[in-house]
């Protein structure tokens, strides 16, 4: 359950968009980090005592490395400006029924300026989408259609399998350019627009942000257990089966790794081929990256073989991805480990952006 601590903010620290880090000294004379979130708590600045939930950071979780800011008790934000009796600043609520859940405007309600364009929309009309398991594949799927595509309008969706403000996330604050938008889905929240669902997410890509491709993943700390079933990823599969049914083109990045030291991600992790191969019942386009190293590539194609009756299997040429990758605006990072450190994992995520390439028309 909660941890909770209280403090005093002593120094704020590095800012990025929707987020402040700061420290703050506790009573008994130690210095925790924290994270504050200025559209749910207001901006706090030094002096001001706070209210922490520091579970996280005690247990040592490495995404979590922070405690996470309540409350500014004595300097509470004032009240939004739209007036909250009505509908008219929308009435979509995520993070539902927790102590800090946000009251948003969804991008296809009756007072959103886009629900005349949403209120019908149910055709991608063949949207290449990309879809992944882990937040750190974004980057370098960008990386993959930039290669080939410098000027396709590319969104992101999202989804809610991680951290659900996508203020946390360093690595979206560092490709605001690169993308037309984020749209968050599901209980995720703060993007430039907010869905209900996937499906209303990839309509909102398709015609409110007009996108060439969109790319789907959960944010930043993937939770996993070591079974079957039990990690946030399964809903990549999930993802697949909303991009087909709209009308769009899946195309599944696959989590491929050499370097992982866990026996179930090695080849072709478990996620993957539990998201593809059993949860997604539409056919996507799963890409492998042709210049995986000999034992490698023998070991993902043993993997995927089963998948090959449902799904088409495509091999894609890297030249030109691994300067692409090493361009990237934002730095590369999965488990802790690099590009170098894990090169094909990233290369994988690189070839998916690079066919989603191929697919536009």
């Given amino acids: 359950m909660v941890r909770w601590r209280t403090g005093t903010v002593a120094t704020l620290r590095r800012q990025w968009t929707g987020a402040v880090e700061l420290d703050v000294d506790l009573p008994d004379g130690t210095r925790m980090r924290a994270l504050a979130y200025p559209e749910l708590v207001g901006t706090p600045e030094p002096g001001d005592r706070v209210l922490l939930n520091a579970g996280a950071l005690l247990m040592g979780l490495g995404t979590g490395g922070y405690a996470l800011v309540v409350a500014l008790p004595d300097r509470l934000p004032p009240d939004p400006s739209e007036v909250a009796d009505t509908r008219d600043a929308g009435h979509l609520v995520k993070a539902r029924y927790t102590p800090?859940?946000?009251?948003?405007?969804?991008?296809?309600?009756?007072?959103?300026?886009?629900?005349?364009?949403?209120?019908?929309?149910?055709?991608?009309?063949?949207?290449?989408?990309?879809?992944?398991?882990?937040?750190?594949?974004?980057?370098?799927?960008?990386?993959?259609?930039?290669?080939?595509?410098?000027?396709?309008?590319?969104?992101?969706?999202?989804?809610?399998?991680?951290?659900l403000p996508a203020w946390f996330s360093r690595t979206l604050?560092?490709?605001?350019?690169?993308?037309?938008?984020?749209?968050?889905?599901?209980?995720?929240?703060?993007?430039?627009l907010e869905a209900t669902t996937v499906h209303g997410g990839l309509l909102a890509a398709r015609h409110v942000l007009h996108a060439d491709l969109a790319i789907v993943a959960q944010g930043p700390g993937n939770l996993g257990t070591g079974?079957?079933?039990?990690?946030?990823?399964?809903?990549?599969?999930?993802?697949?089966?909303?991009?087909?049914?709209?009308?769009?083109?899946?195309?599944?990045?696959?989590?491929?790794?050499?370097?992982?030291?866990?026996?179930?991600?090695?080849?072709?992790?478990?996620?993957?081929?539990?998201?593809?191969?059993?949860?997604?019942?539409?056919?996507?386009?799963?890409?492998?990256?042709?210049?995986?190293?000999?034992?490698?590539?023998?070991?993902?194609?043993?993997?995927?073989?089963?998948?090959?009756?449902?799904?088409?299997?495509?091999?894609?040429?890297?030249?030109?991805?691994?300067?692409?990758?090493?361009?990237?605006?934002?730095?590369?990072?999965?488990?802790?480990?690099?590009?170098?450190?894990?090169?094909?994992?990233?290369?994988?995520?690189?070839?998916?952006?690079r066919h989603a390439t191929t697919l536009l028309p």
């Avoid at 790794?257 to 386009?285: F, I, N």
């Fill in 173 to 192: 604050a560092g490709l605001r350019s690169e993308l037309v938008g984020t749209i968050t889905v599901g209980q995720a929240f703060g993007g430039d």
């Fill in 100 to 163: 800090l859940q946000p009251i948003l405007l969804g991008v296809d309600e009756e007072a959103s300026p886009h629900r005349d364009v949403l209120a019908d929309a149910d055709d991608l009309g063949g949207l290449p989408v990309v879809t992944a398991d882990l937040h750190s594949a974004l980057p370098a799927i960008l990386a993959g259609i930039r290669a080939d595509a410098p000027r396709a309008r590319v969104a992101y969706l999202l989804t809610d399998g991680g951290a």
């Fill in 227 to 353: 079974t079957r079933w039990g990690f946030s990823g399964v809903a990549v599969g999930e993802a697949v089966n909303a991009v087909a049914t709209l009308g769009g083109r899946p195309v599944g990045s696959l989590r491929i790794s050499d370097a992982d030291p866990r026996p179930r991600h090695r080849g072709v992790s478990h996620h993957s081929l539990t998201a593809y191969g059993r949860v997604a019942l539409a056919p996507a386009e799963l890409v492998v990256p042709e210049d995986l190293a000999p034992s490698l590539a023998a070991e993902v194609h043993a993997a995927l073989a089963p998948l090959a009756a449902r799904h088409k299997i495509v091999r894609v040429g890297t030249d030109g991805l691994d300067a692409a990758l090493r361009a990237s605006v934002v730095p590369l990072s999965t488990m802790g480990r690099g590009l170098d450190a894990d090169h094909a994992y990233f290369l994988s995520a690189a070839a998916a952006g």
